[in-house]
């Protein structure tokens, strides 16, 4: 679900390395700095260290570090938690990431063959072919020219040099990719037995391959879950490993569908069969919605255009629920609708056919980072029907505030791609109560 998993493969694997700068430089304390507000995701101070950072530019022995340090902290400065770009606010996202290009072009012109300095100009450049319209081989050999003149690759340079080659088409590229993402690992590991305690680029470069395990083709979440957990053993305050890949990585154990059948079902929607931007994943058809007085729940009911997909899949209830005008936009068709609450249901099996993955609500503040368990995390049920096919969402109504009803969207999809709104028309009024 555009949104913080619709992510090409490539994308999936962010830039990581670690600077090599002399001992004792005078950027050495605003270097931490910089990494530290990395881990943290603080992007208020990530902004702040960058008016820091500028009178450095005017040293010849400092420049070029300041210079990735700039581009460093403007790119991190503008992706959300799930490390895709920020577009909030498209213009200042583009904005933003065409100035740390710039910086980190700058710092690799004066140190081309160091690999932090590669790696992120590598994925500056793949942020910024999110965030606007770039011609992707232009950018792809940009980007593969500075890998080639990397020294001593590290796990950055690794991971996003397999990332930047074609895509795989059979299993065997999978089983290319997936070697690559374990070099990374392996390397990665490595550079943290001699890095700092508070290192951000080494952490980042394990929270990306398990990013990736989340959302490839075969998902292999429960894999996903054991690196996020080796992540907060040293670095509990790494927000992307504890708010992100944590809630990806939980076993979420679906209701039985039975008893809900016999529910007093009522149609909300209906929505056109196959008309979702991708025929490969879930399309819904209509909704149906019911509330159960005795548990607090709002039951909604997606009724789907075909059998749903056996290996991953997601959905997600977009809310206006709150008496207020505060809201984010929805990311899925109906751009224009501001949302205050996002139930979600994103979930892969695993290895031993458990369903793992992200369930539960988040505000508008935090679900577009990827955050999307923030408010509630257990409270949401849901059931699968293969007879109709169809999923059922069980909201906790508490979630959703005091008002008797609210505006609401439903859509379908992967665990990593939105595909279907419904209904098409916009969001229509549910009673809650």
């Known amino acids: 679900m555009h949104d913080p998993r619709s992510?090409?493969?490539?994308?999936?694997?962010?830039?990581?390395?670690?600077?090599?700068?002399?001992?004792?430089?005078?950027?050495?304390?605003?270097?931490?700095?910089?990494?530290?507000?990395?881990?943290?995701?603080?992007?208020?101070?990530?902004?702040?260290l960058q008016d820091d950072l500028r009178p450095w530019l005017d040293?010849?022995?400092?420049?070029?570090?300041?210079?990735?340090?700039?581009?460093?902290?403007?790119?991190?400065?503008?992706?959300?938690?799930?490390?895709?770009?920020?577009?909030?606010?498209?213009?200042?996202?583009?904005?933003?990431?065409a100035a740390a290009a710039e910086h980190l072009a700058a710092a690799h012109r004066a140190r081309p063959e160091d690999p932090a300095t590669v790696a992120a100009v590598a994925f500056c450049a793949a942020a910024r072919l999110q965030a606007e319209s770039l011609d992707p081989r232009v950018v792809f050999e940009e980007a593969r020219a500075a890998l080639a003149k990397a020294a001593s690759p590290n796990a950055a340079v690794v991971l996003i040099d397999a990332m930047m080659q074609p895509p795989?088409?059979?299993?065997?590229?999978?089983?290319?990719?997936?070697?690559?993402?374990?070099?990374?690992?392996s390397r990665a590991r490595a550079e943290l037995e001699t890095a700092d305690a508070e290192a951000f680029w080494p952490r980042f470069a394990l929270a990306m391959v398990a990013r990736n395990l989340l959302f490839m083709p075969t998902p292999e979440p429960a894999a996903a879950a054991a690196?996020?957990?080796?992540?907060?053993e040293t670095a509990p305050e790494f927000r992307m490993a504890r708010d992100f890949l944590?809630?990806?990585?939980?076993?979420?154990?679906?209701?039985d569908v039975e008893p809900l059948r016999a529910l007093d079902w009522e149609r909300l929607a209906e929505d056109d069969q196959?008309?979702?931007?991708?025929?490969?994943?879930?399309?819904?058809?209509?909704?149906?919605?019911?509330?159960?007085?005795?548990?607090?729940?709002?039951?909604?009911?997606?009724?789907?255009?075909?059998?749903?997909?056996?290996?991953?899949?997601?959905?997600?209830?977009?809310?206006?629920?709150?008496?207020?005008?505060?809201?984010?936009?929805?990311?899925?068709?109906?751009?224009e609708f501001l949302f205050d609450r996002l139930v979600t249901v994103w979930v892969a099996r695993d290895q031993k056919g458990q369903w793992r993955g992200a369930v539960g609500v988040a505000g508008a503040d935090r679900?577009?980072?990827?955050?999307?368990?923030?408010?509630?995390?257990?409270?949401?049920?849901?059931?699968?029907?293969?007879?109709?096919?169809?999923?059922?969402?069980?909201?906790?109504?508490?979630?959703?505030?005091?008002?008797?009803?609210?505006?609401?969207?439903?859509?379908?999809?992967?665990?990593?791609?939105?595909?279907?709104?419904?209904?098409?028309?916009?969001?229509?009024?549910?009673?809650?109560?």
């Open 7 to 48: 992510l090409p493969l490539l994308l999936f694997v962010v830039a990581m390395g670690t600077a090599s700068p002399s001992a004792q430089s005078p950027l050495d304390g605003v270097a931490r700095a910089v990494e530290a507000a990395c881990l943290r995701h603080d992007r208020d101070a990530l902004l702040a």
């Open 274 to 335: 196959d008309d979702g931007k991708n025929p490969a994943l879930p399309d819904a058809t209509n909704v149906d919605v019911c509330r159960d007085d005795g548990e607090d729940l709002l039951w909604v009911r997606i009724e789907l255009a075909h059998a749903l997909p056996e290996r991953a899949f997601g959905a997600n209830l977009v809310f206006d629920a709150l008496a207020d005008d505060a809201g984010g936009p929805w990311w899925g068709e109906h751009r």
């Open 246 to 255: 944590v809630p990806f990585g939980k076993v979420r154990e679906p209701v």
């Open 168 to 185: 795989p088409h059979d299993d065997a590229g999978m089983q290319r990719i997936r070697e690559a993402m374990d070099a990374a690992a």
């Open 59 to 97: 040293e010849e022995a400092t420049a070029a570090r300041a210079h990735y340090l700039l581009g460093l902290a403007g790119w991190m400065g503008h992706l959300r938690l799930n490390a895709a770009p920020d577009n909030g606010d498209p213009e200042a996202c583009r904005a933003g990431l």
């Open 367 to 433: 679900a577009p980072g990827g955050a999307m368990t923030a408010l509630d995390d257990g409270g949401v049920r849901f059931a699968i029907d293969t007879q109709a096919p169809a999923l059922v969402l069980g909201v906790p109504r508490r979630v959703l505030g005091d008002a008797a009803s609210a505006r609401m969207v439903a859509a379908v999809g992967s665990n990593a791609q939105w595909n279907d709104d419904a209904p098409s028309t916009g969001p229509v009024a549910v009673r809650l109560r």
């Open 227 to 232: 690196i996020a957990e080796e992540l907060l």
